[in-house]
């Protein structure tokens, strides 16, 4: 529930920082569907813990320590946030603004820039979701119910 | 929820402007603020509600599962293939200017669309999917 209403404030908050989009999906996922989501999930769990498998956790912790050193690493080639001499300010978002309408013809830029200029970003992310779909449906999908029904007679 | 009249009610007359919200949302995404994703959200969370009142079997019959899992590849599948008809017509990959030979603008315009009702159509049925899969895992 606290997840919805924090999803619903920042969506405001996008609205007001005049980013209509972010906020449109702010409010429909996280606001919406999430909540929706993590009801569902808190219905399969339980309130005890299951006692875990006995295996060594050095190994998880090794690679998850890397990992997250790695991404660290990353962050430090970031430019910094909200400097206006970054270089997304001078060549990108102008040339996006100013030759859209006559490249795409499309009034709302985000769109064109989403669907058209990022192409392949958004074809990434369609196949993220579907790879989502998969997952989920491979951990909670049919093919366990199935068993666990199979198992109910006994 | 099946004997409260209000709930029940109250979803017969919203489901009908969500899910017209959510074309609205789809197609009007080169106007205004939206675009597949979110009206892909928008869609699958109306089913979502008829599911949650309705219970479960009624919201099989009406989106069967197995009519999502075509869903779930056909969105990708259109975008990707909006790109080779791109590829196939002299351009690059996801280069929809190709796809009107007199106006690049407007072939733009009709790859945007497609590319967006591709999105639109995988989210909405991925987001419904995840749904049957956690409410039919309890039962």
Known sequence: MLFGIYSLVSASLFVILDAVDVAFTEASVGAGVSTVFMLGTLALTTSREKTPAAHKP??????????GLALVYGTWDIPPYGDPANPIHHHLVQRFIEDSPQEIGIPNVVTSVLASYRGYDTLGETTVVFTAAIGVLVLVG?????????DEPK | MKRYTIPRLGTKLLLPLILLFALY?????????????????????????????????HAHRLMPLWLLRIGISLGVLIYASVGLVGLLLGGNYLDYGVLDHHDPAHGQHLGILLVELGVGITVSAVMVTIFYAFAGRGR
């Open chain 2, 25 to 57: 949302v789809q197609f009007h995404g080169d106007y205004g603020p939206g675009g597949g994703f979110q009206a892909g959200v928008i869609f699958g969370a109306g089913f979502i509600l008829y599911a949650l009142i309705y219970g479960l079997d």
């Open chain 1, 142 to 150: 049919g093919a366990r119910r199935r068993r666990s029904r199979k």
């Open chain 1, 58 to 67: 050095l190994l998880p912790l090794l690679v998850v320590t890397i990992t």
